[in-house]
């Protein structure tokens, strides 16, 4: 209704949870975790009794091109009818006191949505308002908590934040990512016999300028260069750029202009 | 400088990495990343030419309580001045083009980042300007990359919620927190045998009252009201709860201000 033609083509992946947030303060805030909710591949938002009511122009601004979430929002007038369709609904909850309940970290909350989505069965997630989060009767209604492992000096999350927070756990359990790769490109990881040529070429030059040239100590400081080269993944554009610079190099320095240097001056860098 | 006496005490909580925020523009999401920042347990905060100039009163309202991280934060004019005694630093990029680098997503970098401040050596994060991200050179200046796993349809991350996932996966990577616990506060969970007493005392009331009173279909009956029970983790004092619960149905329903029920009513029901 107030989405705007900037907003990005959103949509439910799949079957994904419900972020309920009870008694929302700040339209912002509900902007915000719109965006946060996109970030994570979630979709469904329900607010119940936001303060400011609804719909808010500022929350569609500070989405940020999620307002196609906010667009399919529900509002509803209590947490009971918010969630009257759900089977299971989890509630965030930083300090629980005298409750009997299941808590859940962020990253168990996230593979226990998965496997339940997977089921088919709905699943919801309240978060409280600004200051006070749940009160104890949201809490009574959620079947398990979710309590995030952070820092206990500073507990205090932002609703956008915590939000983003289960989005990006929710997003994660279902990612398979290499925790470590390597980005080359148009190139590939060199292997170890191109790296072998180029060093080749890397010690016959530096044999020919002399740098060598202490024969008890040559072996220890090709290993020492060796040691260097092979330490991680090299590509194979590397490589060649690597050649090219051993090559210019072991020709000496120019000139601008000139297009050969002299034995010379060769002589001198090389020796150098 | 502009601290607050509501801060919190705030200080490094070992060797942690360096938050540098490259080219920040808005003084609110500066204070929103100290926020993240506190609760992820980092402290140390780097700017490198802020775009409004530093010291901001914004910065440090919106950080709410996370001040002494803003006091403690340095300004620097270039990258390079600003990560010149660090021996590691990741860039975040979520789009990296035309690098050849090493990528790790946030929790890989979570887990470099805690192996390399335990060998004492001193790390930082880049995070680049809220609009453009980290330009080329910057990139160039870092080792590693990070690249979150999100929603490829939304990629486009807060400065905070950025700094926010780092913290978090900065802070669960040394922690030991059960992804599933159950919440029991004074009371702890019940034996096999205390819930035995429990099903002994519903079935003896249930055979009392007539409920299972048809002989052929008792065992089903008796092992359907079982399954429910024996479900879950019950607690020792949510079983004292349901043995009074069965206590009071059994004796029938009275009338406020007279303390028996008559036989008849207590049939009446039992058999309902």
């Known amino acids: 209704m107030t989405g705007r033609d900037g907003d990005a083509d959103l949509r ?20 915000a975790v719109a965006r946060a909710m996109a970030n994570g591949g979630l979709f469904h938002l329900r607010l119940v009794a936001p303060r400011d009511g ?30 009257a369709d759900l089977h299971r609904v989890l509630a965030t909850c930083p300090r629980p006191r005298h409750v009997i309940k299941p808590v859940l970290t962020a990253r168990g909350a996230a593979a226990e949505l998965r496997a339940i989505c997977a089921r088919d069965l709905r699943t919801g997630v309240l978060f409280g308002p600004e200051r006070a989060g749940l009160d104890n009767d949201d809490l009574a209604a959620a079947d ?55 060093l080749s070429h890397l010690i016959a030059e ?39 610079v051993v090559t210019e190099l072991a020709r000496g320095r120019r000139s601008l202009g000139r297009d050969e240097t002299t034995t010379d001056e060769r002589k001198a860098q090389g020796g150098s």
Chains 1, 2 share one sequence.
Not at 12 to 31: K, M, Y
Not at 179 to 186: A, K, Q, S
């Open 12 to 31: 439910p992946i799949g079957n994904s949870p419900v972020i309920v947030l009870v008694g929302p303060q700040l339209a912002d805030n509900i902007g």
């Open 54 to 83: 609804w719909p808010q122009p500022k929350a569609w601004r500070n989405a940020s091109g999620a307002g196609r979430i906010l667009d399919a929002a529900t509002t509803h007038d209590t947490v009971a009818d918010a969630i």
């Open 144 to 198: 398990t908590l979710i309590r995030y492992p952070l820092n206990p000096a500073f507990m205090s999350l932002n609703l956008a934040q915590a939000v983003m927070v289960l989005a990006y756990e929710w997003w994660t359990a279902a990612d398979e990512t290499l925790p470590r790769t390597l980005m080359t490109n148009e190139t590939r990881i060199a292997t170890k016999g191109e790296l072998e040529n180029f």
């Open 206 to 244: 530096l044999d020919a300028c002399g740098f060598l040239r202490n024969l008890p100590k040559r072996p220890g400081m090709v290993r020492n260069i060796r040691h260097f080269f092979e330490r991680g993944e090299v590509t194979e554009q590397e490589l060649r750029t690597l050649h090219g």
